[in-house]
């Protein structure tokens, strides 16, 4: 079926971006306006419409995807699901109304990747370590990079690391999985620019030392200590997130 960009023309850039993105695109899907088994635009094209970034577009479709109203086929794209299927797990961003709300998102995340971790190292294959040493220089690079933008700096590439760790326990349940978590992510909802330049440096360099520890467990195979390190990792962030959330209250 031929794509039909027309079908995007209505979309202006949303206001609280992944969640605006994410309703806009549901809205069209439940009116008919995107029907049943139609291709969706490219990524670019749908940057283009709505003025977002590649990154929230990307997060706004995994999130469509996790529930089951699009799916995509290597090679053609993003399609509209042919069969609505019953509504699936999901976590709604704008209705995480305070800090609380989105600890305790971690702390489920925290409790599925933890395991994840331990079942890469037992069962990764060449390939799937490949992606995710992959992702992780990604990363390095993108948080290395002069002029980067401050506020989404290393975001898409950090969140390619974990789920190529999700893929890597060769249960696709978990990658599924993630797609729900990616758009609570905390880094999408402290307000990085904030901090000053040294403050997000060290910020970044922490969390790539972190990855750095749970990849070496991983490459070893060691499944207790890839548990260790994402434990380590993920807990950290739940306590830098409500860390960083208090000092730009206070700033």
């Known amino acids: 079926m031929s794509r039909d960009p027309a079908a995007f ?32 635009p490219t990524e670019q094209a749908i940057v283009s419409a709505t003025g977002v970034s590649r990154t929230v577009v990307r997060e706004a479709l995994a999130s469509l995807r996790a529930r089951g109203m699009i799916t995509t086929r290597q090679g053609l ?3 509209v699901a042919e069969t609505a299927l019953p509504r699936s797990f999901s976590i709604e961003p704008d209705k995480l109304e305070s800090i609380a ?43 290395s990079a002069p002029g980067a933008d401050a506020e989404t700096v290393g975001l898409g590439e950090d969140l390619a690391v974990h789920r190529a760790i999700l893929a890597a326990t060769g249960n696709a ?43 070496a467990a991983i490459r070893a195979g060691d499944a207790t200590a890839a548990r260790r390190a994402m434990r380590v990792h993920l807990t950290r962030a739940r306590d830098r997130y409500a860390a960083l959330r208090s000092e730009v209250k206070a700033g």
Do not use: C, M, W
């Not at 993105?21 to 995107?34: K, R």
């Not at 999408?188 to 922490?206: D, G, K, Y």
């Open 173 to 215: 349940y978990f990658a599924r999985v993630f797609d729900v978590f990616n758009v609570v992510i905390p880094r999408q909802r402290i307000p990085v620019a904030a901090l000053s330049q040294t403050e997000r440096e060290r910020h970044l360099r922490r969390v790539g030392q972190e990855h750095e520890a749970i990849l």
């Open 9 to 40: 023309g209505a979309i202006r850039k949303a206001p609280n971006l992944t969640a605006g993105l994410i309703e806009t695109l549901v809205a069209q899907i439940e009116s008919g306006d995107l029907a049943p088994g139609q291709r969706l």
């Open 101 to 143: 709300d989105v600890l305790q998102v971690l702390e489920l995340r925290l409790s599925i990747e933890v395991e994840a971790a331990g079942l890469a190292a037992e069962r990764r294959d060449p390939a799937g370590l490949e992606r995710i040493e992959a992702a992780q220089a990604a990363f390095l690079a993108a948080i």
């Open 77 to 79: 794209g993003a399609f």
